[in-house]
């Protein structure tokens, strides 16, 4: 129910960092109300904590850290089908 990091990804999605485990969510803005929709489960080498998106880079491209090697891992992201709004 909480996130480390969260971080607007190209697709219009709000891309979300849990604490511990090495994924991120996906989730969209709902039409009405104020509960996020979740749109998919990405496998990611991280380990929480916070995230960011390369604006600059030809592909989609995410950061996030291994705490326990202090070490920064910059991921080519493929967007899922099912977070294409």
Do not use: F, K
């Not at 996130?3 to 989730?27: I, T």
């Not at 039409?31 to 996020?36: I, K, Q, Y």
């Not at 592909?59 to 493929?78: A, C, F, H, K, N």
Request: hydrophobic share 40%; charged share 15%; no cysteine.
């Amino acid at each position: 129910m909480s996130n480390s990091g969260g971080s607007w990804g190209p697709d219009g999605n709000l891309w979300l960092s849990g604490h511990d485990p090495a994924e991120v969510y996906v989730m969209q803005l709902p039409e009405m109300g104020s509960e996020l929709v979740w749109l998919a489960t990405v496998p990611l080498g991280i380990e929480g904590q916070g995230i960011a998106w390369d604006r600059s880079a030809d592909v989609p491209t995410l950061y996030g850290i291994l705490r326990p090697d202090r070490t920064v891992i910059v991921s080519e992201i493929t967007i899922p089908a099912t977070a294409t709004p």
